[in-house]
């Protein structure tokens, strides 16, 4: 949770710069505009709109982030979304202030900020697309449709635009002032019906009540946004609509990703306790008191000892299951040292553990590491006639920590259902658990006859 809150402050700032950067930009170009132009003007009253939109959809959407820590990828999306959004007024309110100036620099000025903005506002689309595509997960080939029709869209969009440059169809400037050809209609209706699409894609998925509203907002208001601005030019209906439906997008993304967390939470809990569940099992148990009892006679000293490591695997993994934190690799390894000490008086030279730590310096979920090493013993060394060695390693990989865990048991097949009884350590609760608490991932390799392996990856980045 640290981690998360890190990076969104990261999130925050870079927001809040790209924000007062754009917002600086825009105030100057408003004030630099105020000197031709009295502040009751259309374009002056438009420009008004979008840098007052502008301040408070930032400043808005940048508190919600900083208060409220959610999906690392939900920010990153939604923060790009918003800059394209950002840049998209700037590029308007520049329309408006160049607009009425005959002079040639002002004319290219204009046409620049014209172009920009109406490449800008199909960026919007793409962007909405892809943000609205991670809050409402909808089937790949939506996805991949999707950015197939994007592309060739967008890349349709820049050649009309350069088309226009030399013969224009979309727009022209005509004695300093915009002249609106049928193209940017054309071009707004195509945005419009994308709009239309991403959202029925979207409301396939399953949402509630709520969630299905705020969508429609969304996509309602600026449709009435732009038929206002289309019929009434000269006041930035679009952009005031665009902000406020931003606004109610990004609230009700965080209720739904903020649920999502609380569901994680309460499926980590769940995983936790089966994974207890499974390490104090009737016959790990049995058979180790066996062993205890049965070296009471013969030899008492291993006996008091054996006694002692199952007293302490027995309360790490009662301090474990009371702990949602991740714990020092070190604490973990040393869980697995006492099992593995256990494992070892109950099958003798059968059983052999190889320890290659290099690396200690990171965190790791309690009881992660310590069940790979159970199911390396109990599937793979266990059932071989000979017994054989387990490897247990750990070292630095790039931009990750690893541990590796591998035998040269019998193998088995990943894909076997058959390994999901109750005597199987649940490989899934663990790989859940090291993704949900700190970014981790565990691949799984192992053929009939062969051995197995199981790799843990915890990014770097990740470490508490």
């Known amino acids: 949770m640290g981690t998360m809150k890190n990076r969104n402050k990261k999130i925050e700032f870079h927001i809040f710069l790209t924000s007062i950067v754009i917002t600086l930009i825009a105030t100057i170009i408003f004030i630099w505009r105020l000197n031709f132009a009295p502040l009751y003007d259309n374009s002056m009253a438009s420009m008004s709109i979008e840098l007052i939109s502008l301040f408070l959809i930032n400043a808005f959407i940048g508190g919600c982030v900083a208060d409220h820590p959610m999906d690392e990828e939900f920010n990153k999306l939604f923060c790009v979304f918003l800059h394209v959004i950002d840049l998209s007024w700037l590029s308007d309110i520049c329309v408006w202030a160049f607009d009425d100036f005959n002079a040639q620099i002002f004319v290219n000025l204009n046409i620049l900020s014209n172009t920009i903005s109406i490449f800008l506002n199909f960026f919007v689309v793409l962007r909405f697309g892809v943000y609205l595509f991670y809050v409402f997960p909808v089937k790949k080939k939506w996805h991949e449709s999707f950015l197939k029709v994007i592309k060739c869209y967008g890349l349709l969009i820049i050649a009309a635009l350069i088309i226009n440059l030399s013969f224009p169809f979309i727009f022209k400037i005509v004695y300093g002032h915009y002249v609106e050809l049928v193209g940017e209609n054309v071009c707004t209706y195509i945005n419009e019906i994308i709009m239309i699409i991403i959202l029925i894609a979207a ?192 070292y630095s990989d790039g931009a990750d920590w690893i541990v590796s865990i591998t035998d040269n048991g019998v193998g088995f097949n990943p894909d076997d259902p058959s390994l999901n009884d109750g005597t199987h350590i649940g490989i899934n609760n663990v790989r859940d658990r090291l993704r949900v608490m700190c970014n981790g991932s565990l691949e799984i390799d192992s053929m009939p006859g062969y051995g197995a392996s199981a790799l843990v990856r915890i990014p770097k980045e990740s470490r508490l």
Do not use: W
């Open 203 to 394: 409301a396939s998925q399953p949402m509630d009540g709520v969630e299905k509203i705020a969508v429609l907002i969304y996509l309602g208001l600026p449709v009435i946004g732009m038929f206002m601005q289309m019929n009434l030019r000269g006041f930035a209906f679009y952009q005031a609509s665009m902000s406020l439906s931003t606004s109610i997008l990004y609230v009700n993304g965080h209720l739904r990703q903020s649920s999502l967390l609380q569901q994680q939470k309460v499926q980590l809990t769940e995983q936790h306790s089966a994974i207890m569940l499974s390490q104090i099992q009737p016959h790990f148990m049995y058979n180790t008191l066996t062993s205890i009892a049965s070296l009471c006679g013969t030899d008492p000293d291993t006996a008091e000892q054996l006694t002692l490591k199952f007293s302490k695997y027995m309360r790490d993994n009662m301090n474990a299951l009371s702990s949602n934190h991740t714990v020092p690799l070190t604490d973990e390894l040393a869980h697995v040292r006492t099992y593995v000490d256990i494992e070892k008086v109950r099958f003798g030279d059968g059983l052999e553990v190889e320890y290659n730590i290099n690396e200690t310096s990171f965190n790791v979920p309690a009881l992660a590491i310590q069940p790979l090493v159970e199911n390396a013993i109990k599937h793979g060394i266990r059932k071989k006639e000979d017994g054989g060695m387990v490897k247990i390693s750990t």
